[in-house]
């Protein structure tokens, strides 16, 4: 997402993050210092799944378009930044708890949403987005709605769940969900996990895991990483059943493949169909059991509510698409 700092601005491409809380810029396009730049003297210092970084905080300006202009939100400036090739940084729009101990002498930094919040410029501390899916890469196929949800995005009732009280699941945008391969077979029974756009696959739990790849009978394609199939395999593939606060989700065989038409961005081979269900890396009941990445996301829209604690879930035109 472009996004501009100081002024006047200068424009950085930042990946959305709702898994984390700091906005940082410097992995790519150094920061310029304009009028609006105050260096405050303290350190940033954040880890990340896939990397991390480290600099120096300063408030500034932060324009993400004329009508959403952030006065003194603090940003990282990197001065080493590890795993972030594509971008510039992030902007992280997680619960503002996630900042605890990444600034020094800061208890805890509040996020561009809280601060659109409360410098009157969007009526709630909530961002709602949708995401369609994409079978091309470096396209716009998205929106961000700072203030709540968009209506016209999404069909059906949206639904909000409370952000759950299991850790560590809890300190992120944490849900309980049950996770269903077809008709029959269980993958994780009611359980804590998160809902995350900076994570791009849908991550299970190690058994949960090995019981769907047990149930289509994927192999692990050691170039990619990812589970694969054949035409056959996936002409009989079932749906995912997602159950949260009551209400069932499905993800159709087509949301659960990788696009083929982007095989090549992963190293995958032309026409092989690859599978976006991976291993989180840990055994159910670690209190965080599944990751509702970015492949998940495309089929659904989200509503990352602050101000009331909770999450909320819909259904869109393309939560049934053939487009993969």
Same mark, same amino acid.
């Given at each position: 997402?472009?996004?501009? @700092? %100081?002024?006047?601005?200068?424009?950085?491409?930042?990946?959305?993050?709702?898994?984390?809380?700091?906005?940082?810029?410097?992995?790519?396009?150094?920061?310029?210092?304009?009028?609006?730049?105050?260096?405050?003297?303290?350190?940033?210092?954040?880890?990340?799944?896939?990397?991390?970084?480290?600099?120096?905080?300063? /408030?500034?300006?932060?324009? *993400?378009?004329?009508?959403?202009?952030?006065?003194?939100?603090?940003?990282? @400036?990197?001065?080493?930044?590890?795993?972030?090739?594509?971008?510039?940084?992030?902007?992280?729009?997680?619960?503002?708890?996630?900042?605890?101990?990444?600034?020094?002498?800061?208890?805890?930094?509040?996020?561009?949403?809280?601060?659109?919040?409360?410098?009157?410029?969007?009526?709630?501390?909530?961002?709602?987005?949708?995401? &369609?899916?994409?079978?091309?890469?470096?396209? &716009?196929?998205?929106?961000?709605?700072? #203030?709540?949800?968009?209506?016209?995005?999404?069909?059906?009732?949206?639904?909000?769940?409370?952000? /759950?009280?299991?850790?560590?699941?809890?300190?992120?945008?944490?849900?309980?969900?049950?996770?269903?391969?077809?008709?029959?077979?269980?993958?994780?029974?009611?359980?804590?996990?998160?809902?995350?756009? #900076?994570?791009?696959?849908?991550?299970?739990?190690?058994? &949960?895991?090995?019981?769907?790849?047990?149930?289509?009978?994927?192999?692990?394609?050691?170039?990619?990483?990812?589970?694969?199939?054949?035409?056959?395999?996936?002409?009989?593939?079932?749906?995912?059943?997602?159950?949260?606060?009551?209400?069932?989700?499905?993800?159709?065989?087509?949301?659960?493949?990788?696009?083929?038409? *982007?095989?090549?961005? *992963? %190293?995958?081979?032309?026409?092989?169909?690859? *599978?976006?269900?991976?291993?989180?890396?840990?055994?159910?009941?670690?209190?965080?059991?599944?990751?509702?990445?970015?492949?998940?996301?495309?089929?659904?829209?989200?509503?990352?509510?602050?101000?009331? %604690?909770?999450?909320?879930?819909?259904?869109?035109?393309?939560?049934?698409?053939?487009?993969?």
């Amino acid at each position: 997402m472009p996004v501009g @700092v %100081g002024n006047p601005t200068t424009q950085y491409s930042l990946l959305i993050d709702t898994g984390s809380s700091n906005t940082w810029v410097g992995a790519g396009t150094p920061y310029k210092s304009t009028s609006t730049s105050q260096g405050t003297g303290n350190t940033v210092n954040v880890s990340y799944g896939s990397g991390t970084m480290s600099g120096e905080e300063y /408030t500034d300006t932060v324009t *993400l378009n004329d009508n959403l202009v952030i006065q003194n939100q603090s940003i990282g @400036v990197a001065s080493s930044a590890q795993g972030f090739n594509d971008v510039d940084g992030i902007l992280g729009v997680g619960p503002a708890d996630l900042t605890q101990g990444t600034v020094s002498n800061t208890t805890e930094v509040p996020t561009v949403t809280d601060n659109l919040y409360q410098q009157g410029s969007i009526p709630a501390d909530s961002l709602g987005i949708f995401y &369609a899916p994409s079978s091309t890469t470096n396209v &716009a196929n998205g929106e961000l709605n700072f #203030g709540g949800p968009d209506s016209t995005k999404y069909t059906g009732a949206l639904n909000y769940v409370p952000i /759950t009280s299991t850790s560590p699941a809890s300190n992120y945008w944490g849900i309980d969900q049950s996770v269903t391969y077809g008709n029959n077979t269980s993958l994780l029974q009611t359980t804590a996990g998160i809902v995350d756009t #900076g994570t791009t696959l849908f991550l299970l739990a190690t058994d &949960a895991f090995q019981a769907y790849q047990q149930a289509i009978g994927a192999t692990l394609d050691q170039t990619t990483g990812l589970l694969t199939i054949t035409t056959q395999q996936y002409a009989r593939l079932q749906s995912m059943y997602f159950k949260i606060g009551g209400i069932t989700y499905e993800l159709t065989p087509n949301a659960q493949i990788w696009p083929r038409a *982007l095989n090549s961005v *992963l %190293g995958g081979q032309q026409g092989q169909v690859y *599978l976006i269900t991976s291993d989180l890396g840990s055994e159910s009941g670690s209190g965080l059991d599944f990751i509702n990445g970015f492949g998940w996301l495309q089929r659904f829209y989200s509503v990352f509510d602050s101000g009331n %604690g909770q999450v909320g879930i819909a259904t869109t035109p393309y939560t049934n698409a053939e487009t993969n």
